[in-house]
C-alpha cells in the first residue's frame, strides 16, 4: 500500500477547515440578514433612481426638444440628418416667434393680468375660506355646497350668462371684467382655492382666536393679524396656482374679449398665431426674414408655434426654479393641516 505524506495532508486539512471556518463566519444568521438588508437597500435605492431618471426624461424630453428646434435654422426643419443638434445654430425662429406674438407688449400684459388677478383671488378665496371654517351661521353649509358646484360643474355651462351680465355692465372688451370675477370669488378654479384655505383655517387651533379675542380684536382683526400669518402655506400654494392658471387662461380671455390690438395677451396671440401663422407672419413683416420656401412648409408654421408656446411658457420655468423650495414646502404643509 502506498504510504500517505503527512506534509501533504496536513495542509489539506488545514486549508479545509479553514474554508468551512469561513464558510460558517459568512452563513451566520445576523451577517446573512445584514447582507440581505444591504442589498436589498441598495437594488432599492437603484431601480428607485432609475424610475425617477425615466420620468424626468419623459417629462424634460419635449422641452429639450422644443429648445433645440427653436435654435435651429429655419432652412433646416426638413432636413432628416437633424434630429436632436442643430447643424446651424439660429435664433431666427425665436425672432419670428417674438414678432408674431408682439412678445414684449404681451408679456408685459399678461404678467399685469395675472398678478392682479391672483392678489384679487388670494383676499377673495381667503376670505371666503376663513368664514366657512369659522364663522358657522345658518345656511352654510348649503353655501359651501355651492362652492363645490363651481368646481363641478365645467365653466363652459355658465359661460353664456356671464357674458350677457358683463355685456350688460359694458365690461365686454376690457380686463376689468377678470378683475370683477376674481374679486367675487368666481375666478379660475376659485372654488378650489376656498376650499384649501377652508380645510386649512380649520386646522389651526381655536386657542389662537380664543386668545386674539381676549384681547379685544374683532373677526377681521382676528382674520389679518392671527389666522392669515399663519397661513402662509396655503398663501403660496394658492397664489402660485392662480398665478399660473391665470397665465395660461384662454377661455375667459377669450370669452371677454380681453385681448385686443392694444392689449394683447400671450395665450391668445399664440392662439391666434397657431390658427393662421401665415397671416401672423405676414401682417406682422415676419415673411421678410425667411424666403418664400421655407414659409410655404407646413413644417416650419408648426415649428413657429411651438417656439411661440416654449416662449410663452419660459417666465414660469424661470419663476419656478427661484420659488420651488418654497412651493413644494407649502404643499407639503398644506396637505398636513388640511
Given at each position: 500500500?502506498?504510504?500517505?505524506?503527512?506534509?501533504?495532508?496536513?495542509?489539506?486539512?488545514k486549508?479545509?477547515?479553514?474554508?468551512?471556518?469561513?464558510?460558517?463566519?459568512?452563513?451566520?444568521?445576523?451577517?446573512?440578514?445584514?447582507?440581505?438588508?444591504?442589498?436589498?437597500?441598495?437594488?432599492?435605492?437603484?431601480f428607485?433612481?432609475?424610475?425617477?431618471l425615466?420620468?424626468?426624461?419623459?417629462?424634460?424630453?419635449?422641452?429639450?426638444?422644443?429648445?433645440?428646434?427653436?435654435?435651429?435654422?429655419?432652412e433646416?426643419v426638413?432636413?432628416?440628418?437633424?434630429?436632436?443638434i442643430?447643424?446651424?445654430?439660429?435664433v431666427?425662429?425665436i425672432?419670428?416667434?417674438?414678432?408674431?406674438?408682439?412678445?414684449?407688449?404681451?408679456?408685459?400684459?399678461?404678467?399685469?393680468?395675472?398678478?392682479?388677478?391672483?392678489?384679487?383671488?388670494?383676499?377673495?378665496?381667503?376670505?371666503?375660506?376663513?368664514?366657512f371654517?369659522?364663522?358657522?351661521?345658518?345656511?352654510?353649509?348649503?353655501?359651501f355646497f355651492g362652492?363645490i358646484l363651481?368646481?363641478?360643474?365645467?365653466?363652459?355651462?355658465?359661460?353664456?350668462?356671464?357674458?350677457?351680465?358683463?355685456?350688460?355692465?359694458?365690461?365686454?372688451?376690457?380686463?376689468?371684467s377678470?378683475?370683477?370675477?376674481?374679486g367675487?370669488?368666481?375666478?379660475?378654479?376659485?372654488?378650489?382655492?376656498i376650499f384649501?384655505?377652508?380645510?386649512?383655517?380649520?386646522?389651526?387651533?381655536?386657542?389662537?382666536?380664543?386668545?386674539?379675542?381676549?384681547?379685544?380684536?374683532g373677526?377681521f382683526?382676528?382674520?389679518?393679524?392671527?389666522?392669515?400669518?399663519n397661513?402662509?402655506g396655503?398663501?403660496?400654494?394658492?397664489s402660485?396656482?392662480?398665478?399660473?392658471?391665470?397665465?395660461?387662461?384662454a377661455?375667459?380671455?377669450?370669452?371677454?374679449?380681453?385681448?385686443?390690438?392694444?392689449?394683447?395677451?400671450l395665450?391668445?396671440?399664440?392662439?391666434?398665431?397657431?390658427?393662421?401663422?401665415?397671416?401672423?407672419?405676414?401682417?406682422?413683416?415676419g415673411?421678410?426674414?425667411?424666403?418664400q420656401?421655407?414659409?410655404?412648409?407646413?413644417?416650419?408654421?408648426?415649428?413657429?408655434?411651438?417656439?411661440?408656446?416654449?416662449?410663452?411658457?419660459?417666465?414660469?420655468?424661470?419663476?419656478?426654479?427661484?420659488?420651488?423650495?418654497g412651493f413644494?414646502?407649502?404643499?407639503?404643509?398644506?396637505?398636513?393641516?388640511?
Open positions: 500500500m502506498k504510504k500517505i505524506d503527512q506534509n501533504v495532508v496536513e495542509p489539506t486539512i486549508r479545509k477547515g479553514f474554508i468551512q471556518k469561513k464558510y460558517d463566519e459568512f452563513m451566520e444568521p445576523a451577517k446573512v440578514f445584514r447582507r440581505k438588508r444591504k442589498y436589498s437597500k441598495f437594488f432599492g435605492s437603484f428607485r433612481y432609475l424610475f425617477l425615466g420620468l424626468c426624461f419623459v417629462i424634460l424630453f419635449p422641452t429639450i426638444q422644443q429648445i433645440l428646434q427653436a435654435l435651429r435654422a429655419p433646416d426638413n432636413k432628416p440628418s437633424v434630429i436632436w442643430p447643424e446651424v445654430w439660429s431666427k425662429n425672432k419670428i416667434a417674438i414678432i408674431v406674438l408682439d412678445y414684449w407688449k404681451a408679456l408685459l400684459n399678461t404678467t399685469k393680468l395675472s398678478a392682479i388677478s391672483m392678489i384679487l383671488q388670494l383676499v377673495s378665496t381667503s376670505l371666503a375660506g376663513y368664514a371654517s369659522r364663522l358657522r351661521f345658518k345656511g352654510s353649509n348649503i353655501l362652492v363651481t368646481i363641478i360643474i365645467p365653466p363652459q355651462a355658465l359661460s353664456l350668462t356671464q357674458y350677457l351680465y358683463f355685456r350688460q355692465l359694458k365690461l365686454v372688451g376690457k380686463e376689468y377678470i378683475y370683477l370675477m376674481n367675487l370669488g368666481m375666478g379660475i378654479r376659485s372654488g378650489i382655492f384649501i384655505f377652508r380645510q386649512f383655517f380649520r386646522g389651526l387651533p381655536h386657542e389662537l382666536e380664543e386668545s386674539a379675542q381676549i384681547d379685544g380684536a373677526v382683526r382676528t382674520f389679518w393679524s392671527v389666522m392669515l400669518p397661513a402662509r396655503a398663501l403660496v400654494t394658492v402660485l396656482f392662480s398665478f399660473v392658471w391665470a397665465w395660461n387662461d377661455y375667459y380671455v377669450s370669452i371677454f374679449e380681453v385681448s385686443t390690438a392694444n392689449f394683447p395677451v395665450t391668445m396671440r399664440l392662439v391666434n398665431a397657431a390658427e393662421g401663422m401665415y397671416a401672423a407672419l405676414f401682417y406682422t413683416g415673411l421678410t426674414l425667411i424666403g420656401d421655407i414659409w410655404t412648409n407646413p413644417m416650419f408654421l408648426s415649428l413657429i408655434s411651438n417656439v411661440a408656446a416654449l416662449l410663452m411658457m419660459l417666465p414660469l420655468l424661470i419663476g419656478y426654479l427661484f420659488v420651488q423650495k413644494v414646502e407649502s404643499i407639503e404643509r398644506t396637505g398636513i393641516v388640511g
